[in-house]
């Protein structure tokens, strides 16, 4: 069975400071990963992915990942927070022979001013 | 476009009460999901659907039913309610996945339903 590891529950950060979130995951499969940030009060919206092709994905707000495959890693990274990425943020794997997601147990960022 | 809409947004109810959460999807997305939210624990699948009419058992599915029998609606039912239940309940949709992965599993999730059973 797939699994998803966030080994930080949260993180505090200064605005402006990098920022790097952790995510392994274990499987024996290729796998697509997903990284989804839920703001308060709000469902969960997708970050970005990596299904294949380049390892580095970025998105529209400035963060990054990084598909390791050796190391069974897809950390989020960012190098310049603001306030409002003060949110939760959830890894999630998903083989391709797979319909529904496993996800981490998620990440609580705080930007402090 | 509404995306995934659910109903009732909250509820408590008592220990051994039945209830229904209602999801709407306006997407034309086969694929329909119900998962529960714990703290620390993130996300857990409770059921899923690939296409109207069929359903199939996620990571915790005891104490739940779930039916599909329109394509754009998805319920999840609670006969007996515990309060091992109470929790932040999220229904999403996504499209079948196409040839090559490109539509493979990018869910869409509605707003979520918080349930309080006493």
């Known amino acids: 069975a797939q699994s998803v590891t966030q080994l930080d529950s949260q993180v505090p950060v200064f605005e402006e400071a990098p920022v790097e979130l952790r995510c392994n995951y274990s499987s024996s499969v290729s796998v697509y990963l997903f990284w989804y940030v839920q703001y308060p009060n709000q469902g969960l919206q997708l970050l970005l992915k990596y299904l294949s092709g380049s390892t580095l994905v970025e998105s529209i707000n400035g963060f990054e990942a990084e598909f390791n495959k050796s190391q069974t890693s897809f950390h989020l990274r960012k190098p310049s927070v603001h306030i409002s990425d003060t949110a939760e943020y959830f890894c999630a794997v998903s083989d391709p022979g797979r319909r529904a997601l496993t996800f981490g147990s998620g990440t609580r960022l705080q930007v402090q001013p | 476009n509404a995306g995934v809409t659910q109903t009732p947004k909250f509820r408590v109810l008592k220990t051994g009460q039945s209830m229904t959460l209602l999801c709407a999807q306006d997407?034309?997305?086969?694929?329909m999901y119900w998962y529960r939210q714990d703290p620390g624990m993130g996300l857990r699948l409770i059921h899923y659907s690939v296409g109207e009419g069929t359903t199939a058992k996620g990571e915790v599915p005891d104490g739940y039913n779930v039916s599909r029998l329109k394509k754009q609606n998805f319920l999840l039912g609670l006969e007996s309610a515990a309060p091992s239940q109470t929790s932040v309940y999220f229904c999403?949709?996504?499209?079948?996945?196409?040839?090559?992965?490109?539509?493979?599993?990018?869910?869409?999730f509605g707003a979520g339903s918080r349930l309080t059973v006493l």
């Open positions: 999403a949709s996504s499209p079948r996945t196409g040839t090559g992965g490109s539509g493979a599993n990018v869910l869409t």
């Open positions: 997407m034309n997305h086969e694929y």
